[in-house]
């Protein structure tokens, strides 16, 4: 028996140890693929990124925002636009049924009526810093004059920019926005350096490694046709690793998250840029405390979560920026659970993503604070 057990262990080492190694030497383990970044939403909550009457509103990241930029040239009549920004709560529906629509698709319909045209974007997990940077490269592109900006306690432990986002670095007149401030100037200098003839480019675009890799990808793509299907693979193998390690370490969504000082002290930092960057440039801003389930309790450390609000709200008022704390919006029936992110089958508590009813209503309260600011402007 023991040596049974002996030896089951030793096969489940020796299958995460390999696993790890093709991950490895497939991609970095910050790959930005959607299919990867959605694991803690669970089976039971809809990734909802549609479009209202055919347009295209809402978008993730640059991958796929041409199709947004596209569709407000064909249809935006030179509205005014207010940009949504946000994590997965904007486009994710709990307890799914077909023809449900999230909070932006919602808000767009009624901020239409006012001639103000909605643009959303929302990465899981988003952090404050990749905000900046992405407004900082919208501002270029788009006559956007209001901004929404949710701040998400969890994601202020989230640090760094993802491969998606990364793209913005080549953009010259963001990086003039975004070198404007010490945090910007941090988060170029971990992502690009210049090249020989003064240029700035991508660190990734530089690396051997990647070099490598990408002529033996091409190489294989063309000998073996599984190999075309390895983004799959790996998103096969990620899962599996984030269930087995929430079940080893007894990860679920109760346990209690402590907030990272580094990261959080880069992300507030980030956020006074980011209010900075919209006041110079007209942008009428409102900031929200994301709702929060509340009928259990909440997976934070009580005294940091209140200094993280306290904090938040004393940066909006020296900024001037309209401040709403949106914590308790959501009623408890309008919540619900999620499917298991570990090895076991057990339904899991979701404190981060609501029924639709909750996508309507948080659209609602958007729609009147948001009109309390045009009307004044």
Known sequence: MKKELSNSSLSLVVGIFIAIII????????????????????????????????????????????????????????????????????????DYRDGQKTSPMIFFKKAKKQKQYVLSLSQPNANLQEHLILTAHLVEKL??????????????????????????????????????SKIGKNIISNNIKNDNSGNNVQKSNLSIQDKSESIL??????????????????????????????????????????????????????LKALLELTNKNNIKTLIYIVPIRNDIKIPYDIDEYMKFKNEVDQIASSKNIS??????????NMWGKKGSTTVKNKNEIDFMHFKSDGHRLLAEKIFIEMNKIWITN
């Not at 030497?25 to 549609?50: H, M, W, Y």
């Not at 901004?147 to 990086?175: H, M, S, T």
Request: proline letters at 3%; a negative charge; hydrophobic letters at 35%.
């Open 217 to 270: 990808n091409n190489r294989l793509e063309e000998m073996w046709s599984l190999w075309n299907k390895r983004s799959d693979l790996r998103g096969d193998i990620y899962n599996s690793l984030y269930r087995l390690r929430n079940y080893i370490f007894q990860i679920d969504p109760t346990t209690i998250r402590k907030m990272l000082p580094g990261q959080y002290s880069k992300n507030l930092n980030a």
């Open 323 to 332: 401040f709403k704390n949106l914590e308790n919006l959501i009623p408890n």
């Open 23 to 94: 991950l490895y030497f497939t991609a970095p383990l910050n790959n930005s693929n959607q299919k990867f970044e959605d694991l803690a939403l669970g089976e039971d909550t809809k990734n909802v990124i549609g479009k209202v009457d055919g347009i295209k509103i809402h978008c993730h990241n640059l991958t796929d925002y041409e199709d947004c930029l596209i569709d407000y040239s064909n249809y935006g009549d030179n509205e005014k636009i207010t940009l949504w920004l946000g994590n997965s709560q904007l486009h994710a529906i709990n």
């Open 143 to 180: 006559p956007i004059e209001y901004l929404i900006l949710p701040i998400v306690f969890d994601d202020l432990r989230e640090d760094g920019i993802r491969e998606n986002l990364k793209g913005i670095l080549e953009d010259q007149d963001a990086l003039k926005l975004i070198k404007s």
